[in-house]
């Protein structure tokens, strides 16, 4: 960026992606995990607010700038009406395929599940074995609600669009608990 005075170099420098950060750093932090998807979810939710869809979600296609976490690979948003073709990569792209926002959370929720448990994608939803000895295992166990309502088995079971996933996002980094508003939803239909 020479406006600001940043040389940058395409030949020799290289974005940080999220799969580069989980290689050098293994599993990351629940809270960090939290972050860095409220920042995916922003950008879908833009994106699905104006009818368009990603199609790639996944660890590789999304980069660190200044440490704030950019949706790339553009090339591959299109109109929701026209996102049927397939595309995408295994394990991020859900069952029904690619081409709605409710398939970009589901790949959203996959990238959230590798970077905090460590896991493959497709170990999902096994928890790590040694997860009582995690230092943030209340932290990763409020996360893990969310990845498991993105990666339902289908559409009626996920979150709808970035904008339905980045409100719980927000709501656990402002320290929110999620398994106690559920479960406190879930008394309250009951007591009715």
């Known amino acids: 960026d020479v406006e600001r005075g940043r040389q940058i170099d395409p030949a020799a420098d290289t974005p940080l992606t999220l799969a580069e950060m989980r290689a050098r750093r293994g599993r990351i932090a629940a809270d960090e995990c939290a972050r860095i998807g409220a920042a995916v979810a922003r950008v879908l939710a833009s994106l699905h607010r104006r ?5 790639d979600v996944k660890p590789s296609n999304v980069i660190l700038v200044d440490g704030v976490a950019k949706l790339a690979d553009v090339g ?3 109109p929701t009406a026209n996102a049927h073709t397939f595309v995408g990569t295994e394990g991020y792209v859900p069952p029904e395929g690619p081409g709605a926002p409710s398939a970009d959370v589901f790949a959203l929720g996959k990238v959230l599940y590798e970077l905090s ?3 493959d ?3 999902f ?6 997860l009582a000895s995690f230092p943030d295992r209340a932290a990763l166990l409020e996360l ?3 990845i498991l309502h993105a990666c339902g088995p289908t559409p009626a079971d ?3 669009d970035g904008a339905t996933i980045l409100a719980d996002l927000t709501a656990l980094n402002a320290g929110v608990s999620l398994r106690t508003r559920r479960f406190a939803a879930f008394a309250l239909r009951v007591a009715a």
């Open 158 to 160: 996920r979150y709808r």
């Open 121 to 123: 994608r497709q170990e």
């Open 51 to 55: 009818g368009l869809v990603h199609r």
């Open 76 to 78: 591959l948003v299109a």
């Open 117 to 119: 448990t460590g896991h």
């Open 125 to 130: 939803p096994k928890l790590p074995a040694d």
């Open 144 to 146: 893990n609600e969310i």
